[in-house]
């Protein structure tokens, strides 16, 4: 234990002589923490506890439904407005590059969404019109931004449709 302490530089006089040099010293205080944390991990976290319960328990009332029951859930259908459909292509957006077959995951999906809310909301288009070199792009830039949106009114009028037909059956 000694010269655990002495890795751990505790005793600094020795691993100043040069004995010790400084990975000697960072190994020996991890091996401490490692020590302390098998120690003392049994006491951090809760494990099954007898409970004692009194013979008296209050019993819940079961809920009586008179005809048929009624459930909560429903599906919100949107408003199909211009501003609806660009919200419905940053989803569009956010969801093919979840899909999207050799990059595809959450983080293209969060770039993707970031760049169909900059193509639906005109941002890009402004950028690209007063930057020099991508004023050339612009109307390619602008078409695409359209399209995003076309897909996301196409997104919210098949979403609206799918809602329709859930809330109908419930």
Known sequence: WLKLFRLSGFFVSDAGR??????DIMAGRMLILAAAAMVLCPLAFV????????????????????????????????????ENSKSASVVFYFVFGLLFPLLGGFNFGILLAALGYGLSYGSIVNFAKKNETLKEYSSSIEDVGLAG???GEYALKAYNFVAAKVNAAL
Request: glycine share 6%; net charge neutral; proline share 9%.
């Open 18 to 23: 040069g004995r010790f040099d400084s990975s």
């Open 47 to 82: 494990g099954p506890q007898v409970v004692t319960r009194s013979s008296r328990m209050p019993q819940l009332a079961e809920p009586k439904f008179s005809g048929t029951p009624s459930t909560s859930f429903s599906l919100t259908t949107f408003d199909e407005s211009e």
């Open 149 to 151: 949106v076309k897909a």
